[in-house]
């Protein structure tokens, strides 16, 4: 079972150099989700909404009683926010996310993603394949080999390595999960201010949905077993206080679960796009691409006043 919760707002952004309207990106980008569940078996969609336009509401409810998809909605009330910046106003859905996620079955996917996060028509049945063979290569692949090289390092021949790895049926037991974008800071370029803070050694692997590696930092959307967020609870609930001197941010959150606990993956060449800043644009990405995307997920219910795609071109240069 495939769980995928998107928290909704389009009161305030966050970014404010957004290189599309707020409404519009959020409602967008939801229905690339719905386009994605039509090539998806025993899957939901649960979606949080904090207290978005009545016009925003209406459009939401709409599109998906109109896709005949599961969608469940949890339509926050108004709530006191006042002296809090829009971020810290958004840790409040974080939590009603996470409390929803805690008491989901163990074994089943969570793919939590946030509401600017626009996808190709098959970017989650083919996150959900790409899963399935980084696991068995982190789980089934790699103890094979180290059991290789420990036989090597004692002096087996290849004759007897051969037999003895034929017959080692071990497994390691390592979470996996799957950061959909290609965070573009993540690399060294020219234009890459953070190069010295965000750069760092990552093993790069050839998967059948294209080449991924693996990665130290996310944001707040990826995909992991259910049971993932319940063992690391604790790092998990620190999401609904970063911006205060208790978590400052996911670099000092959980960053802490991808560098110790979790072999977390990034694609390089990826089927979903952050809807927030030009450079965000993939390296793999002509600027087309993104147009074209963006028109394919209009809506019954998109504003053409809402709908421009303002990409600065020079930002997305190497």
């Given at each position: 079972m495939l769980h995928i919760i998107t928290r909704t707002c389009d009161k305030a952004s966050i970014?404010?150099?957004?290189?599309?309207?707020?409404?519009?990106?959020?409602?967008?980008?939801?229905?690339?989700?719905l386009k994605n569940m039509e090539n998806l078996e025993d899957v939901d969609y649960h979606i949080i909404d904090d207290r978005s336009s009545e016009y925003f509401r209406d459009s939401l409810t709409k599109i998906c009683e109109e896709?005949?998809?599961?969608?469940?909605?949890?339509?926050?009330?108004?709530?006191?926010?006042?002296?809090?910046?829009?971020?810290?106003?958004?840790r409040f859905s974080v939590k009603v996310a996470y409390d929803y996620i805690y008491n989901l079955p163990d074994e089943d996917f969570v793919y939590?993603?946030?509401?600017?996060?626009?996808?190709?028509?098959d970017a989650i049945p083919r996150m959900l394949h790409t899963w399935k063979y980084l696991d068995h290569?982190?789980?089934?692949?790699?103890?094979?080999?180290?059991f290789r090289k420990a036989l090597w390092?004692?002096?087996?021949?290849?004759?007897?390595?051969?037999?003895?790895?034929?017959?080692?049926?071990?497994?390691?037991?390592?979470?996996?999960?799957?950061?959909?974008?290609?965070?573009?800071?993540?690399?060294?370029?020219?234009?890459?201010?953070?190069?010295?803070?965000?750069?760092?050694?990552c093993t790069v692997l050839p998967t059948p949905t294209g080449y991924y590696q693996t990665t130290w930092y996310t944001h707040e959307t990826f995909m992991l077993k259910a049971k993932v967020f319940k063992k690391h609870k604790e790092i998990f609930n620190k999401l609904q206080v970063t911006g205060t001197p208790a978590a400052g941010w996911e670099g000092d959150t959980i960053s802490e679960l991808w560098e110790k606990h979790v072999s977390m993956f990034m694609p390089l060449d990826p089927y979903v796009m952050h809807m927030?800043?030009?450079?965000?644009?993939?390296?793999?990405?002509?600027?087309?691409?993104?147009?074209?995307l963006w028109e394919d997920n209009k809506t019954p219910y998109s504003l053409s006043e809402n709908s421009d795609i303002n990409l600065n071109i020079e930002e997305t240069f190497l």
């Amino acid at each position: 079972m495939l769980h995928i919760i998107t928290r909704t707002c389009d009161k305030a952004s966050i970014q404010s150099k957004r290189i599309v309207n707020k409404t519009e990106c959020a409602l967008r980008c939801v229905n690339s989700v719905l386009k994605n569940m039509e090539n998806l078996e025993d899957v939901d969609y649960h979606i949080i909404d904090d207290r978005s336009s009545e016009y925003f509401r209406d459009s939401l409810t709409k599109i998906c009683e109109e896709s005949k998809h599961k969608v469940t909605f949890d339509f926050l009330e108004d709530r006191d926010t006042e002296g809090q910046n829009p971020h810290t106003q958004s840790r409040f859905s974080v939590k009603v996310a996470y409390d929803y996620i805690y008491n989901l079955p163990d074994e089943d996917f969570v793919y939590i993603v946030d509401d600017d996060h626009l996808h190709h028509p098959d970017a989650i049945p083919r996150m959900l394949h790409t899963w399935k063979y980084l696991d068995h290569m982190v789980n089934v692949v790699t103890p094979r080999h180290n059991f290789r090289k420990a036989l090597w390092a004692i002096g087996k021949s290849d004759e007897e390595t051969d037999l003895q790895v034929a017959q080692f049926k071990e497994k390691s037991n390592k979470d996996v999960g799957i950061f959909p974008q290609c965070f573009v800071q993540m690399f060294p370029y020219e234009k890459n201010i953070t190069l010295d803070f965000y750069v760092r050694p990552c093993t790069v692997l050839p998967t059948p949905t294209g080449y991924y590696q693996t990665t130290w930092y996310t944001h707040e959307t990826f995909m992991l077993k259910a049971k993932v967020f319940k063992k690391h609870k604790e790092i998990f609930n620190k999401l609904q206080v970063t911006g205060t001197p208790a978590a400052g941010w996911e670099g000092d959150t959980i960053s802490e679960l991808w560098e110790k606990h979790v072999s977390m993956f990034m694609p390089l060449d990826p089927y979903v796009m952050h809807m927030s800043v030009s450079r965000d644009l993939p390296f793999s990405w002509r600027p087309e691409y993104i147009v074209k995307l963006w028109e394919d997920n209009k809506t019954p219910y998109s504003l053409s006043e809402n709908s421009d795609i303002n990409l600065n071109i020079e930002e997305t240069f190497l």
